[in-house]
């Protein structure tokens, strides 16, 4: 967390946020604390107080940025990850194979922010010293946000494309004209800086919507739109429990009934490169998996453009699509990574709104592993 969050933060009230009868309270809890907490539950579950202060502001940096289905709703999932031993408390990375520019990395089962984040700074090094780097990673635990390792790159005045597939499994979207889960909603993100306030930062999904948006809703009661999933008869459905069932529905491809081919084929050239470019192997199977194949490559700006005229570019394009009349006053065109990073300003000053069932499951979270309630659950 950085010191200008943790300042302005420090007071901050822990105070509901009202909603409607159908849906719970959320309680906006400040940055820095959350942080520490959810450090401490890391700690406790088995992490070294290194890497789980790594974890924790991942985790929670995702939330202050918007993006509360890579951010809060994964604690517990974390948590139970540790302590079942489904993930590696020590991050141990092999290299299969190595060069220059390039390297395949078996990240044995190890925690994924943590091993990725080290991968990542390991990619930009190399595209540092040698223009372009590629790395690809298999046996990688959830990674969470992936908008995140792109952005770290952008920070280091580079370009990043990344991508992901679930290991061969935890394939939630149906492919285009189909009704069964045959491909993960594979994400795909491209950072790149503007020597201004934000890099510019794409990170979607192949589907109309993530998983984690879906589980979200579920939790604070809500609908959906009906464009977002099918259930498990195939039909286009509001409730977001259809999904994950039992029985199971599917992600719609990204385009819809319409236009969902180019999702799916999307999300089947992305499987390609997180999973055939490794061991991690590409989708064959509905079983849910936890671990991750990531790709990723990295271009150091400087050995293709003077970074000054890579960043005059960035912003003149920013202006441009921005003078756009809008289709209402009301409107108004955001650059990619221009809504995360207003959120972040004012998550940093309000809080990270956290619903009560979540805030319930943090407080027997703290209990079980004798930790400190200092966000006074």
């Given at each position: 967390m950085d010191q200008s969050a943790a300042h302005?933060?420090?007071?901050?009230?822990?105070?509901?946020?009202?909603?409607?009868?159908?849906?719970?309270?959320?309680?906006?809890?400040?940055?820095?604390?959350?942080?520490?907490?959810?450090?401490?539950?890391?700690?406790?579950?088995?992490?070294?107080?290194?890497?789980?202060?790594?974890?924790?502001?991942?985790?929670?940096?995702?939330?202050?940025?918007?993006?509360?289905?890579?951010?809060?709703?994964?604690?517990?999932?974390?948590?139970?990850?540790?302590?079942?031993?489904?993930?590696?408390?020590?991050?141990?990375?092999?290299?299969?194979?190595?060069?220059p520019s390039t390297a395949c990395i078996n990240a044995n089962n190890s925690q994924g922010h943590i091993a990725s984040q080290q991968v990542?700074?390991?990619?930009?090094?190399?595209?540092?010293?040698?223009?372009?780097?590629?790395?690809?990673?298999?046996?990688?635990?959830?990674?969470?946000?992936?908008?995140?390792?792109?952005?770290?790159?952008?920070?280091?005045?580079?370009?990043?494309?990344?991508?992901?597939?679930?290991?061969?499994?935890a394939t939630w979207m149906a492919p285009f004209g189909g009704t069964e889960r045959r491909l993960p909603p594979n994400p795909i993100a491209i950072g790149a800086p503007t020597g201004g306030e934000f890099p510019l930062v794409l990170d979607m999904s192949a589907s109309n919507v993530a998983v984690g948006k879906c589980i979200v809703a579920q939790a604070k009661g809500e609908s959906i739109p009906l464009d977002w999933i099918l259930d498990p008869q195939g039909n286009p459905t509001t409730d977001p429990s259809q999904l994950v069932g039992p029985p199971s529905g599917s992600l719609i491809p990204l385009g819809g009934t319409i236009a969902g081919h180019k999702g799916y084929a999307l999300a089947f050239m992305m499987d390609i490169l997180g999973g055939a470019l490794s061991p991690a192997g590409c989708s064959r199977s509905t079983e849910y998996m936890s671990q991750n194949g990531f790709f990723l490559t990295v271009l150091k700006i400087e050995n293709f453009v003077e970074l000054t005229d890579f960043h005059k570019e960035a912003n003149q394009l920013i202006d441009w699509v921005k003078s756009s009349p809008t289709v209402s006053p009301d409107r108004e065109i955001l650059a990619p990574g221009e809504f995360e990073y207003r959120m972040r300003l004012e998550r940093v000053a309000e809080g990270i709104p956290v619903p009560d069932p979540v805030c319930e499951g943090y407080r027997k979270m703290a209990e079980e592993l004798e930790v400190e309630n200092i966000l006074d659950l």
């Open positions: 302005s933060t420090k007071n901050l009230p822990l105070h509901p946020v009202t909603r409607n009868s159908k849906e719970p309270l959320l309680r906006n809890l400040p940055a820095p604390e959350l942080t520490l907490f959810c450090q401490q539950l890391f700690n406790a579950a088995g992490l070294s107080l290194v890497d789980a202060q790594v974890l924790a502001e991942s985790v929670i940096g995702s939330s202050l940025v918007g993006h509360d289905s890579h951010g809060i709703m994964l604690v517990g999932r974390y948590v139970n990850e540790l302590i079942k031993g489904d993930v590696d408390k020590e991050c141990r990375l092999t290299f299969e194979k190595e060069f990542t700074r390991l990619a930009i090094d190399k595209a540092l010293k040698h223009g372009v780097a590629t790395v690809t990673v298999h046996n990688l635990g959830h990674l969470g946000r992936l908008g995140t390792y792109v952005e770290m790159a952008a920070m280091q005045d580079c370009v990043a494309i990344a991508t992901i597939n679930n290991h061969g499994g």
